[in-house]
């Protein structure tokens, strides 16, 4: 089955604790990204990766860091999560770098940092 | 001012009306558009492309007006299982912007 893989779906920490969350894609996309989503705020994207090595500040980079080694894995690293960190994150993926076909999303990472 | 801009509604009609959602977007260089849907906790999903000459799948009729810069969508003989958040999305190539989205509730 073609999906988007994240994990974990939950999970809960301290300040200051790295942390990683991971993401996966089956569909030999290109293009990956990373978004977080806040009640009245939408989607706003953290990172993009438009193909191995690949990769760019989106609108809320800030407390973030990405890597993309192989076409098929884009973890999110937070190195020291912070309280306003707290939020719904989604990895998105994309055929191409054109965007014509829209996103697949994975299920998403809800993160509380304490 | 947000680059894609929606009501957040709640929209609450009864099954099988006929309900419209607009958006407004601010970057005339928009190149795609699409209409995603979110269901509560879950991640969104691909409802429809939007074309510049109108499309329309099944009960889901949208339409693009670049001289007002707005996007529509229709949803025609409403179903419970319509009930979701509606997420209008603007995208230049992959400069994707995503609106805060819509609420519909489709009552018995």
């Known amino acids: 089955e073609a999906q988007v893989t994240q994990n974990p779906r939950y999970l809960i920490t301290v300040t200051g604790k790295k942390l990683t969350v991971t993401c996966s894609q089956n569909?030999?996309?290109?293009?990956m990204s990373w978004y977080r989503q806040d009640p009245g705020l939408g989607l706003r994207q953290i990172y993009y990766s438009m193909n191995v090595e690949v990769t760019d500040k989106g609108d809320v980079p800030e407390g973030y860091k990405v890597s993309r080694k192989e076409k098929r894995n884009f973890p999110l690293i937070l190195e020291s999560p912070s309280p306003n960190q707290t939020s719904l994150y989604f990895c998105?993926?994309?055929?191409?770098?054109?965007?014509?076909?829209?996103?697949?999303f994975g299920s998403g990472t809800r993160l509380t940092v304490v | 001012r947000k680059e894609v801009e929606q009501d957040p509604g709640p929209f609450n009609v009864p099954e099988g009306a006929t309900v419209a959602f607009n958006c407004t977007y601010s970057?005339?260089?928009?190149?795609?558009f699409f209409w995603y849907r979110q269901d509560c906790r879950k991640e969104p999903k691909l409802l429809m492309s939007v074309y510049s000459s109108g499309n329309e799948d099944g009960r889901f009729t949208a339409q693009l007006n670049r001289a007002s810069q707005y996007i529509s969508l229709l949803i025609r003989d409403s179903k419970l299982s319509d009930s979701a958040t509606y997420l209008c999305?603007?995208?230049?190539?992959?400069?994707?912007?995503f609106g805060a989205g819509t609420r519909l509730t489709v009552k018995p």
């Open positions: 998105a993926s994309s055929p191409n770098v054109h965007g014509r076909y829209g996103y697949t």
């Open positions: 999305v603007r995208g230049n190539n992959n400069d994707m912007r």
């Open positions: 569909m030999n996309h290109e293009y």
């Open positions: 970057n005339s260089a928009s190149q795609s």
